[in-house]
């Protein structure tokens, strides 16, 4: 499906969260390691199987769309974040210091 607001071009799976789970908490070492996680999820499509694929380590992006379902909701939601220079997620996120992105 189109990706709306994020600009309706194809995508490429870095994570998927399940929140009901333990899995991705605040405190998870998979946010600070570059270890996968069930890679078998990536090729699933939008559903509840969790999966972090080495794309959260390689793959440097200027433009993220996070594409999110809320518990207990059928309905996709969207933000988009903007970075002015290529970065991966494990980059922005490992150190554990805060950066500003546009969202917040």
């Known amino acids: 499906g189109s990706l709306g607001r994020c600009g309706g071009q194809g995508g490429t799976t870095i994570m998927k969260v399940d929140g009901r ?7 998870s070492y998979l946010w600070t390691s570059e ?10 499509g939008f559903d509840d199987k969790e999966t972090k694929l080495r794309t959260y380590n390689h ?17 996709k ?12 997620l494990y980059d922005l996120i490992s150190d554990g210091q805060y950066r500003r992105t546009n969202v917040g």
Do not use: M, N, W
């Open 59 to 75: 793959l440097p992006f200027t433009k993220l769309c996070l594409v999110f379902r809320p518990v207990a909701s059928q309905e």
């Open 77 to 88: 939601r969207q933000v988009l974040i903007e970075r002015d220079s290529p970065t991966t």
């Open 21 to 27: 789970l333990k899995t991705f908490r605040y405190i």
């Open 35 to 44: 270890a996968v996680h069930q890679v078998s999820g990536g090729q699933t």
